[in-house]
């Protein structure tokens, strides 16, 4: 996927990948950050403030994305699915990235009916003409201003969790006050050895790039493993922010990671707790129609440089009945 270069989109791959000279995948940050909140206020280290106003913001998603698919699961849990419109890109790779459309082979895949951008490009150069970056999802948009708020996905969430409650009765805060400090933790961990470690072995230039991150994602891995042996979620009884960061990954993990990022020391479905944890987050109402296992195979298996072929796996078989199968999480208490 390309890149904006001076409000230019450059096809060319290469030119956006992340490998730093030893090999090691590097993510870019996000360029937007402004943020929502409940009064307009500014965010929490001083950012442009913008009012929660229902109707007035529009997400730019993709199912296939697991950072996209963190704000898609907040706008569902969070019961905002009135107030903050969807675009839904086509799933695979496009020459000009994020691609928004109407196609019967996909009819949950939703075009952008606010602006009419066939690429996710046009809102970045709509709001900043000489725009220079990456073009990412999730993306929030500004119907108001027409402009992108923020294209950071973990503000996002954290947004969509307590901004918006004057404007629906789903008010559980994920994000609680009490458990701050051990969610931040444990957010640091995952996202660093987990929800990008799975890109730092994909995308890595070199073995003992490689060898580093899946090593590491494993360790933390075989430690979740320990821990939801003794406890219902990441941070005891409570749903929380830490364990949807995780499960996008974990729900990814069998049928995209252990293939086309040779995450292949084991599955998710040989370790016993995350495989139950995984089926009952899977299995809270609404949450299994925000994902496709079939899209996420087409958009990993799709990206040229790790398999050049562009052939998708036909396995593995029926990951949906996997994931709706019974589980034991019910042995561990949970918060009323």
């Given at each position: 996927?390309?890149?904006?270069?001076?409000?230019?989109?450059?096809?060319?791959?290469?030119?956006?990948?992340?490998?730093?000279?030893?090999?090691?995948?590097?993510?870019?940050?996000?360029?937007?950050?402004?943020?929502?909140?409940?009064?307009?206020?500014?965010?929490?280290?001083?950012?442009?403030?913008?009012?929660?106003?229902?109707?007035?913001?529009?997400?730019?998603?993709?199912?296939?994305?697991?950072?996209?698919?963190?704000?898609?699961?907040?706008?569902?849990?969070?019961?905002?699915?009135?107030?903050?419109?969807?675009?839904?890109?086509?799933?695979?790779?496009?020459?000009?990235?994020?691609?928004?459309?109407?196609?019967?082979?996909?009819?949950?895949?939703?075009?952008?009916?606010?602006?009419?951008?066939?690429?996710?490009?046009?809102?970045?150069?709509?709001?900043?003409?000489?725009?220079?970056?990456?073009?990412?999802?999730?993306?929030?948009?500004?119907?108001?201003?027409?402009?992108?708020?923020?294209?950071?996905?973990?503000e996002i969430i954290r947004m969509f969790n307590t901004a918006f409650d004057?404007?629906?009765?789903?008010?559980?805060?994920?994000?609680?006050?009490?458990?701050?400090?051990?969610?931040?933790?444990?957010?640091?961990?995952?996202?660093?050895?987990?929800?990008?470690?799975?890109?730092?072995?994909?995308?890595?230039?070199?073995?003992?790039?490689?060898?580093?991150?899946?090593?590491?994602?494993?360790?933390?891995?075989?430690?979740?493993?320990?821990?939801?042996?003794?406890?219902?979620?990441?941070?005891?009884?409570?749903?929380?922010?830490?364990?949807?960061?995780?499960?996008?990954?974990?729900?990814?993990?069998?049928?995209?990671?252990?293939?086309?990022?040779?995450?292949?020391?084991?599955?998710?479905?040989?370790?016993?707790?995350?495989?139950?944890?995984?089926?009952?987050?899977?299995?809270?109402?609404?949450?299994?129609?925000?994902?496709?296992?079939?899209?996420?195979?087409?958009?990993y298996y799709g990206i040229e440089r790790v398999n050049p072929n562009g052939?998708i796996p036909v396995g593995p078989e029926d990951q949906e009945g996997f994931?709706?199968?019974?589980?034991?999480?019910?042995?561990?208490?949970?918060?009323?």
């Open positions: 996927m390309g890149m904006l270069l001076d409000g230019t989109w450059l096809d060319n791959d290469a030119t956006a990948r992340e490998v730093a000279k030893d090999g090691k995948f590097q993510r870019s940050e996000s360029q937007f950050r402004n943020w929502v909140t409940a009064d307009g206020a500014a965010g929490p280290t001083g950012e442009a403030g913008f009012a929660a106003e229902p109707g007035r913001y529009h997400l730019y998603l993709a199912h296939t994305c697991p950072w996209a698919h963190r704000a898609l699961i907040f706008r569902t849990i969070k019961g905002l699915d009135s107030a903050i419109t969807v675009s839904l890109a086509q799933p695979g790779r496009h020459e000009q990235g994020w691609t928004y459309g109407d196609n019967p082979d996909f009819p949950d895949c939703l075009p952008d009916h606010v602006n009419g951008f066939e690429h996710l490009h046009q809102a970045y150069t709509a709001s900043q003409g000489d725009y220079t970056g990456k073009v990412t999802v999730p993306t929030l948009w500004d119907k108001q201003t027409n402009q992108v708020v923020n294209n950071e996905s973990s004057a404007f629906t009765n789903a008010t559980e805060d994920y994000y609680p006050a009490g458990l701050r400090d051990e969610i931040d933790t444990i957010n640091d961990v995952v996202y660093r050895t987990v929800n990008n470690g799975v890109y730092r072995a994909g995308f890595a230039a070199s073995q003992e790039a490689y060898e580093e991150a899946v090593v590491a994602m494993f360790e933390t891995l075989d430690d979740l493993e320990e821990r939801l042996g003794k406890q219902r979620y990441l941070v005891g009884d409570r749903l929380t922010e830490a364990d949807w960061r995780l499960w996008v990954t974990l729900i990814r993990f069998d049928a995209c990671y252990v293939g086309a990022f040779k995450c292949n020391i084991r599955r998710i479905a040989d370790y016993p707790n995350l495989t139950n944890y995984t089926r009952e987050l899977y299995q809270i109402p609404g949450i299994a129609e925000t994902f496709s296992f079939d899209y996420a195979k087409m958009n052939i994931y709706s199968a019974p589980h034991d999480r019910g042995r561990f208490p949970a918060a009323a």
